[in-house]
């Protein structure tokens, strides 16, 4: 049981913990972080509870964008004043998407999800050679989640101008949160960023990133213990699939020390309660709760 005290920051206590255990020569046979949950009605016509099992998650990075001019009073603003030319920019940046498309642990989830699907969506979700451009094109539309499953997102975090009401900004700056899907690179990324923005005068830096994470197989003896301990402790009707987690958790260390990193959190939670995590009135049912608890339970006595 390994507890880093910043998971919601940098992240770093997990990385001085695995650097403990690497000196130590601690190959851990199965890594379970938090991830998915089990949820409905995510995946186009599966309406059977899934256990979103994530085998790998996307990279995290956060850059800056950044105008700097000489400023001056507000009553006499320039052309192009700083705030302008960042908001163009942010915008540029927003108008100009990363691709979309089928990463293998996403087809697999689909493979899997096909078991309980309609027959002729069941025949899509098995013929993504085929249909993988145009399924990844319409799950970018059905809404947030789903479009973080098959794209490299990017999103403005914070803002900052002006010191005061009545001046120019001296420096408008951007911080930009972006989730990098695997195949995907810091580097690459960046240049996408630049490509975007399409000026010279805004500074792209990178403040900090890391690269996806390695993929871990969804098969074998450690995948097997964990979808035993799903239909024992939170039901027969659970499927276990695989899947990109789409947030950063302190897992990404750990795969420096072990093959089999997985992010799964044994919860049932409904659209609602998904929508509230890191937002008000956050919350998990009792009972949903207890039967969580049951899972950790079963997965360590099968180990």
């Given amino acids: 049981l390994a507890f880093g005290h910043n998971e919601e920051t940098a992240g770093d206590g997990a990385g001085a913990i695995v650097a403990v ?47 700097a001019e000489a400023g001056g009073h507000a009553s006499t603003p320039t052309r192009m004043p700083a705030t302008a030319r960042l908001a163009r920019a942010i915008d540029r940046l927003r108008r100009t998407p990363f691709r979309t498309r089928i990463t293998p642990p996403v087809r697999a989830m689909f493979a899997t999800a096909a078991q309980a ?29 789903t479009n973080a499953l098959v794209r490299t997102t990017a999103v403005v975090t914070e803002l900052s101008g002006a010191t005061g009401e009545n001046v120019l900004a001296t420096r408008a700056r951007a911080v930009v949160n972006i989730r990098l899907l695997p195949g995907d690179t810091v580097e690459g990324v960046t240049r996408h960023v630049r490509r975007a923005v399409r000026d010279d005068r805004v500074e792209v830096e990178v403040f900090r990133a890391s690269n996806p994470s390695p993929v871990s197989p969804w098969r074998g003896e450690p995948w097997q213990r964990l979808s035993a301990a799903v239909r024992s402790a939170l039901g027969d009707d659970v499927l276990a699939t695989p899947y990109v987690q789409l947030g950063a ?14 992010r799964f959190t044994p919860f049932h939670l409904t659209r609602a ?31």
């Fill in 21 to 67: 255990l690497d000196e130590r020569g601690v190959r851990p046979g199965l890594v379970l972080d938090e991830g998915g949950a089990v949820v409905e009605g995510v995946l186009p016509g599966v309406t059977r509870p899934t256990a979103m099992i994530g085998v790998a998650e996307r990279g995290v990075m956060t850059l800056t964008l950044t105008v």
């Fill in 117 to 145: 699907a309609p027959p002729a969506l069941a025949a899509v979700f098995r013929s993504l050679g085929w249909t993988g451009p145009v399924l990844s094109r319409a799950l970018a539309l059905l809404g947030p989640e």
């Fill in 249 to 262: 958790s302190d897992s990404r260390f750990f795969t420096a020390i072990s093959e089999h990193v997985y």
């Fill in 273 to 303: 309660e998904r929508d509230c995590l890191h937002a008000p009135d956050e919350r998990i049912r009792v009972q949903v709760w207890l039967r969580g608890i049951e899972f950790y339970r079963d997965l360590l006595r099968a180990s």
